[in-house]
């Protein structure tokens, strides 16, 4: 047994990745690599959705090595997950000196010093004025549960607000929110009642018709104009969920006017502001939340993806005021689970300290590298994003903004052949969405490497 302060003596790494920029040393998918996907294909769910052959295997940094020993530049992050990086040596220490000691006891019935200390940081990183309180669960779409059930109950109103293009997640309370794709709700049957869904405000897509870019104030004051007067009193929505930055639909960030609007709206009908920042926060736009960029102060926050490097965990975060529900009206077995505790107090450390900075300065760098796209490629409608939170909107037509899917399609998988890991997010969009640790070369690396790839697809229509 381990004395209590003993150091944990961790194994040898037997990891072969010696690099920082892609080395390709088979075909693609390798030989094992065709062998796991055929397995895959018997044994595992076939709703998973898989856009190119990657079979993983060791992770280092921005680095993965697959089955075959190709290593490849992720400039995906697990979906903007490993926000350290793959297997920060302080990440995996203090999983493991954590998994010694306890690796599990439920916070829903009893306490964890842990677990108070990183409720006691997130508070204090949340925006606004006066203390915070904290509920943890697993992933992104509990914390939107949970930010569902506390508004209806704190507020004693059932009706919310969300808004087209959105992603808030799969169980069935946030799938109700979620508008991003048919498929993700086709079949389930019926969902929450008393949800709206109202247009986002898509500067280079304005939703009324305006040249872009524009504010898209309209996208918030439509609430009044029209949803209040015509379809609900607003004395009966508990809250409105925005995504500051869409994720899934597209990486499209929301005008700070309109972000401001909306929570003057919010605030004057008592309706609660949830900003899901699943994908925006943890420092991936430069600052803590996409939100900070506005300097808006929402109610409830909802955080995930890379809060623990990794590891399953997601918080939302509340007013104290708000967070008024009575014992056993809403928990979690493993949410809080001590050893993603442990990730995400060193996460929050590293971010802190090095990489949202770097995020912030990664970002402008790889903006200014991509910016004048539209101007020299073609098949480039719009290059947008904040941080380490980047897309490449690509189009058919430029003056029609027709989307290209297909092209979009072509470009994400013609990277994976040079040794980029990329993402599509919404209809037509290149994600760019690298953990925060990444270094100037392998941003340059990444840039002339996707313009590379839009030039060979555009040259080849």
Partial sequence: MLARGSPVKLPPTTIAIETKLPNLVTSLPGP????VIARDAQFVSPSYTRGYPLVAKYGRGAMVEDVDGNVFLDFAAGIAVVSTGHCHPRVVEAIQKQAAELIHISGTDFYLPNMVELAQRLGAIAPGAGPKKVFFGNSGTEAIEAAIKLARYHTRRDKIIAFHGCFHGRTLGALSLTASKAVQRKGFGSLLAGIFHIPYPNSYRCPYGHPS??????????????????????????????EPIQGEGGYVPAPEKFLLELERICRKHGILLVCDEVQSGMGRTGKWWAGDHAGIEPDIICVAKGIASGMPLSATI?????????????ASTFGGNPVCIAAALVTMDLLETQYIENARRMGEFLMARMADWPSRHKIVGDVRGKGLMIGVEIVHDQKTKERAPDLREHIVNRAFEKGVLLLGAGENTVRVCPPLMIDEEQADFAARTLEECIHEVESSV
């Fill in 318 to 330: 509340a007013r104290a005021s708000l967070m008024d529900w009575k014992p056993g009206a809403h």
């Fill in 32 to 35: 094992k690599a065709v062998n």
């Fill in 213 to 242: 870019p524009c504010d898209c104030v309209e996208a918030a004051t439509f609430l009044e104009t029209e949803i209040f007067k015509r379809l609900v009193d607003p004395s009966e929505v508990a809250a409105v969920f925005i």
